[in-house]
């Protein structure tokens, strides 16, 4: 059984109370009686994309556990790259990583579209995902920020990740792809894409409303007085992927 923690949107520097509600999830995972596989936080880690944001996202996202984080589209990738993976001469390129186990690997995509807010896997990014598939027999988490389907949600639906037909057919022909992850409407989300589970994170600095809730555009969208949410999901040996969310109080 592989068990991996899933948050997303911690959204550093958006609020007095962002860097709280983060650390707030990160005691909580560290405090488990349980070694976790991986934890993946998939995307929108600085709100503005500032020094000082990731200065404050990588003291927060530390753990026991073995942790993955990428870009969404509030994420500057020259600043990402220099303040959280540590590069001198940082590029504009996408930030693609890989985290292999003995067990399964993560392939964490970079969807994100510098200075727009939807998001765009591009050639390049698609290569190096075929590589990382073709290149194991063991499942293979796959996460990036942007949802490649309809989430039913006007505001989130709007600035979704466009053109996902080159990913659709990548992964349908990939049977070890075990699920996608990903973040990006702040809200958890099980679904289907490729014929694989696409299971979204919900929010760890606010919450999205559905619209029969009264989310039906930006303004309206997102209730930052819900407490953070995160996802766990379990892949066991009949290679099912299971979901459970668990609400954080900070």
Not at 8 to 17: F, K, L
Not at 97 to 115: L, T
Request: aromatic share 6%; with cysteine.
């Amino acid at each position: 059984m592989i068990v991996i923690a899933h948050l997303s949107d911690v959204h550093i520097g958006a609020t007095p109370e962002s860097a709280g509600r983060a650390g707030s999830v990160m005691r909580y995972l560290d405090a488990l009686p349980y070694d976790l596989d991986a934890v993946l936080v998939t995307g929108d880690i600085a709100d503005h994309g500032r020094a000082e944001e990731y200065a404050e996202a990588g003291k927060l996202l530390t753990s026991r556990h073995p942790v993955l984080i990428g870009p969404g589209n509030h994420d500057v990738r020259e600043e990402f790259r220099r303040s959280l993976l540590g590069e001198q001469r940082p590029s504009a390129k996408p930030i693609n990583q890989v985290y292999r186990s003995d067990r399964a690997v993560y392939a964490m995509c970079d969807s994100s579209i510098p200075g727009q807010d939807d998001g765009h896997l591009d050639e390049e990014t698609l290569a190096w995902l075929d590589g990382v598939l073709a290149g194991t027999d063991l499942p293979v988490f796959v996460a990036f920020h942007h949802p490649p389907v309809l989430l039913h949600s006007p505001p989130v639906d709007s600035i979704r990740l466009h053109r996902h037909e080159p990913l659709e057919a990548l992964l349908a022909a990939r049977p070890n792809v075990a699920a996608v992850l990903v973040g990006h409407a702040h809200m958890g989300v099980a679904t289907t894409f490729a014929g694989h589970p696409l299971l979204v994170a919900p929010g760890v600095v606010s919450t999205a409303l559905l619209p029969w809730e009264g989310g039906i555009s930006f303004e309206t969208c997102l209730d930052y007085d819900l407490p953070p949410s995160i996802a766990f999901h379990v892949l066991d040996d009949a290679g099912r992927v299971t979901t459970y969310h668990r609400v954080i109080m900070p």
